[in-house]
């Protein structure tokens, strides 16, 4: 399982994220961009920043909902520690 933290362009929205399947769910957050009835297509968030990754759906959905609680100031050292750059992330060429 796979918990993810996605934002936009200016970086100024934050949409946290779990999943079996990331390069699926990254698929299907990127086709409804122009969706103005989800938020990922109301904020354009569809460029991945974070993701970790869970040994079973409980633990994940545990940390989603402890990242969710997070303040922003937390959240952005998050994402900054594991990607100094906040560069979108391309699952197929990320060495982490």
Not at 11 to 26: A, E, H, K, P, W
Not at 31 to 40: A, E, L, N, P, W
Not at 77 to 86: C, G
Request: proline share 2%.
């Amino acid at each position: 399982m796979y918990i993810y933290i996605l934002t936009n362009q200016t970086q100024t929205v934050l949409y946290i994220g779990v999943t079996n399947d990331l390069m699926r769910r990254l698929y299907e957050h990127s086709s409804g961009r122009g969706d103005v009835g989800k938020f990922t297509g109301r904020y354009q968030t569809d460029l991945l920043v974070y993701f970790e990754i869970s040994p079973d759906a409980t633990q994940a959905i545990e940390r989603e909902k402890q990242l969710k609680r997070w303040t922003r100031r937390k959240k952005d050292a998050l994402i900054t520690a594991f990607n100094p750059t906040w560069q979108a992330i391309d699952l197929e060429t990320w060495t982490g």
